[in-house]
């Protein structure tokens, strides 16, 4: 897992595969996790039918620079979306996780390594908020 967010209506996870697995075995053990999901949700709650929108999308990343924007993408949702104000409070978020010592099985040092070093990923996240709340401004 190289990044995740987890939104009140949605989720973002960022994930490294093996080159050798077959793009449709991953599709597959993702519909599997999702329908699991659901069915379990469904149980719980008392309702049936589909729990989720849409089917999940993927993409092949080959660029760096568009690896790295989707990283900030990813940690920057709650604020786009006015979940809240300081994306770094936001606790279903894997930014502060990437910036802990505490044991993860994100690729925290590939992500840092990505930014160059810590400081660059905190202050690339910032740069990227500010933009975010300018835009979020001029649209109100």
């Known amino acids: 897992m190289i990044a995740y967010c ?10 490294k595969t093996k080159e050798n697995i077959a793009s449709r075995d991953i599709s ?16 719980k709650y008392g309702r049936s039918g589909s729990l989720f929108k ?3 999308s993927r993409i092949k990343l080959e660029n760096e620079n568009y690896l790295k924007n989707l990283i900030l993408y990813i940690h920057l949702n709650p604020t786009h979306h006015q979940f809240v104000d ?6 279903y978020s894997s930014y502060n996780s990437i910036l802990s010592n505490k044991p993860s099985d994100l690729l925290r040092e590939d992500v840092i390594n990505l930014f ?3 400081q660059n990923f905190i202050d690339s ?16």
């Open 6 to 15: 987890l939104l009140k209506n949605h989720f973002h996870f960022l994930i």
């Open 28 to 43: 597959q053990s993702f519909s599997n996790l999702f329908n699991a999901y659901s069915k379990s949700i469904n149980k």
């Open 54 to 56: 849409d089917r999940f």
């Open 86 to 91: 300081d994306f770094r409070t936001y606790k």
């Open 116 to 118: 160059e070093d810590t």
């Open 125 to 140: 996240h910032r740069i990227k908020e500010v933009n975010i709340t300018q835009t979020i401004t001029l649209e109100q």
